[in-house]
């Protein structure tokens, strides 16, 4: 039974929960003041009645020792007995009429008894058989004479009784009425709740699986500063879930993407490899003197799918830093390989005339040497695809503000703007006809920005016609040999 009320009890609504406490802790308080009340009450009429009870035998023991009995001196209803006590037991005197006394006369007995063993007024309260509840006075009224007066407690206990009718007539109704507008208050009271409940289920009616944003939020008021505080932590846990969406679906769709990139790039030279393999099959069997042409072919495609899955196993292995890590950084000269980057252009491409401005003698920081080479091979290799035969090329070395920073410049015909924000993507090229020989796979960007970002550097781009400039900070730098111009 208890199991079943407490299960009853847990499907209960939360305002209906507070309204029900609330009425029971009214319960209580009414139940303590009533009791208290009701006490009350009943002690002061007692005490009231003990006040006309000794008024009363004031009065009637004078009237016994002036005239010899009670007469004029009686209360309706009351009991009166006179007893003699001169021999030490009490003895009952003839009553003056048959109403003066009740069936069993034994405890007006015992209270004149009472007196004479106390030798002071006596108050109790008895049952009296046949007659009921009455509260019992016996007083000296002459040596030797005790007068006992019983007077009746009914018109008290029904006061008493009424006073209690009409406490839980209106406390229930004052319960019931607490209970109803308390359910209603706390219902208003706990509205901005059941708003952002009807604002959670509304989550579940959208679809979250490509949606890049949450368009729900909670912007109703009201409540107090304890339902505010909730309304914007919960504001505040839907706009990290949209920032996240947002996070999940770009990282999605650049997955997409890449998959998409990596498997049109990898198809070309798989079918280049395919189509060498054929003609090398057939030179064998048919023209032995291209045999060699085609298998040179066949390799240099071989190498470049190499060179695509190696970029895309690097990109792959930095994008999983946290796991593992293709840096081996150590205290490096940047004006070396700096200068190792600029010899190994000038024999490369020649037609790309290169300077290397002057900067520091030395110039240390803690990165991979192969990396850094790597990014700045990569870059002065943009530049040379990017422009025409004849553009200048300039790479520089300088520390600023506690950082390494390298600037490798050309001043061709620039990057448009609306490719710039793009132009370190996976598998972007600004000019889509440029065919893959000469522009390459379009990775060559992504990993350097990749490489600098692993060593918690960044890379920079600024560019307009005649002139663009990607620049490289590393922190943090040595200090120079000289100071940077």
Not at 245 to 263: H, I, K, W
Not at 288 to 294: A, C, F, Y
Not at 430 to 455: E, I, P, Q, T
Request: proline fraction near 6%; include cysteine.
């Amino acid at each position: 039974m208890i199991r079943r009320l407490r299960r009853a009890y847990g499907r209960l609504r939360l305002g209906t929960r507070l309204a029900l406490g609330l009425g029971v802790l009214a319960l209580v308080v009414f139940a303590v003041v009533g009791t208290a009340l009701t006490t009350y009450m009943r002690d002061y009429l007692s005490a009231e009645l003990d006040t006309q009870l000794a008024h009363a035998q004031t009065a009637q023991s004078k009237n016994l020792v002036d005239y010899g009995s009670l007469q004029n001196k009686k209360y309706y209803g009351w009991y009166y007995a006179v007893y003699d006590v001169s021999g030490g037991t009490p003895e009952l005197r003839k009553p003056e009429t048959d109403t003066d006394l009740p069936e069993d006369v034994e405890d007006f007995t015992a209270a004149a008894r009472a007196r004479v063993d106390a030798g002071e007024e006596i108050l109790r309260t008895e049952w009296l058989k046949g007659a009921g509840l009455y509260r019992l006075r016996a007083c000296e009224v002459t040596p030797g004479t005790v007068l006992v007066s019983a007077a009746p407690l009914e018109e008290i206990e029904d006061t008493v009784t009424e006073l209690a009718t009409i406490q839980a007539v209106t406390f229930g109704l004052a319960l019931l009425a607490l209970v109803v507008a308390g359910r209603s208050m706390l219902r208003r009271g706990l509205q901005p709740l059941s708003d952002m409940a009807s604002t959670a289920r509304g989550i579940t009616s959208h679809d979250l699986t490509d949606s890049a944003r949450l368009p729900v939020r909670h912007a109703a008021r009201g409540g107090g500063p304890e339902v505010e505080e909730l309304r914007t932590a919960f504001n505040t846990m839907l706009e990290h879930i949209d920032e996240s969406l947002a996070v999940r679906t770009e990282a999605e769709q650049r997955l997409r993407r890449f998959v998409a990139d990596a498997s049109h790039e990898l198809r070309t030279p798989l079918m280049s490899v395919r189509g060498y393999a054929d003609l090398f099959q057939y030179a064998a069997a048919n023209e032995p003197e291209e045999r060699d042409k085609h298998l040179a072919r066949l390799r240099a495609e071989a190498a470049r799918m190499g060179f695509l899955l190696d970029d895309l196993l690097l990109l792959a292995r930095l994008d999983a830093a946290e796991v593992q890590t293709p840096l081996r950084p150590r205290e490096t000269d940047l004006v070396e390989v700096v200068q190792q980057a600029a010899d190994a252009f000038r024999a490369s491409h020649p037609d790309h005339p290169l300077t290397v401005r002057p900067g520091p003698a030395t110039l240390t920081a803690r990165v991979d040497p192969q990396r850094i080479r790597q990014v700045l091979d990569n870059l002065l290799t943009n530049a040379a695809v990017h422009t025409p035969p004849g553009t200048e090329v300039s790479v520089a070395v300088s520390a600023r503000d506690g950082t390494a920073r390298v600037r490798v410049a050309d001043a061709g015909p620039g990057i448009p703007a609306a490719d710039r924000e793009r132009v370190f993507d996976r598998f972007y090229r600004v000019d889509k006809a440029r065919s893959r020989d000469r522009g390459g796979s379009g990775l060559g960007l992504a990993v350097a920005a990749s490489l600098v970002r692993a060593h918690g550097g960044d890379i920079g781009l600024a560019s307009e016609p005649g002139a663009t400039v990607f620049t490289v900070t590393l922190p943090p730098a040595g200090p120079p040999d000289l100071t940077d111009p």
